[in-house]
């Protein structure tokens, strides 16, 4: 069942909603054609819709993507973020804690809501808080 004849017919008929250029882009997308994904997540995502934003972004951070920027996803991550994307919000924090911004990483991940966040808020703190052992006894 192809529904992309549908979503471009609508297209064609003017409606011009971001929830239906976030719909094209996640059929371009299941379909492997990546660059049609892109032009219409880009579209989406211009007109606010978060979950086009996230899907941007995370084109942006996958290196085997054709789009590779993490200046990009950095960007679109936050903008999806502050509408309260969690995917975006657990990004980010898992992108500062790799790059040992804890303090940062903790910020984005006190704002998460589902049950694993306290797992990955207790990793979060516990290696802050073996590197402030550490650096207290410098």
């Given at each position: ?84 994307c969690q995917e975006s919000l657990f990004w980010l924090g898992k992108y500062h804690c790799d790059q040992d911004n804890l303090s940062e990483a903790i910020q984005y991940l006190e704002i ?27």
């Amino acid at each position: 069942n192809n529904p992309l004849p549908i979503l471009l017919e609508m297209l064609d008929n003017g409606c011009k909603d971001a929830s239906l250029y976030w719909k094209l882009g996640e059929v371009y997308r299941k379909k492997s054609q990546i660059k049609e994904a892109y032009y219409y997540y880009l579209i989406a995502a211009n007109m606010g819709n978060m979950l086009a934003q996230f899907e941007l972004a995370e084109l942006y951070a996958n290196i085997d993507s054709g789009f590779y920027n993490m200046e990009e996803a950095m960007i679109w991550h936050q903008k999806s973020a502050r509408q309260g994307c969690q995917e975006s919000l657990f990004w980010l924090g898992k992108y500062h804690c790799d790059q040992d911004n804890l303090s940062e990483a903790i910020q984005y991940l006190e704002i998460m809501t589902f049950p694993m966040v306290r797992i990955v808020r207790n990793i979060v703190l516990f290696k802050f808080l073996s590197c402030w052992n550490i650096f207290i006894r410098k």
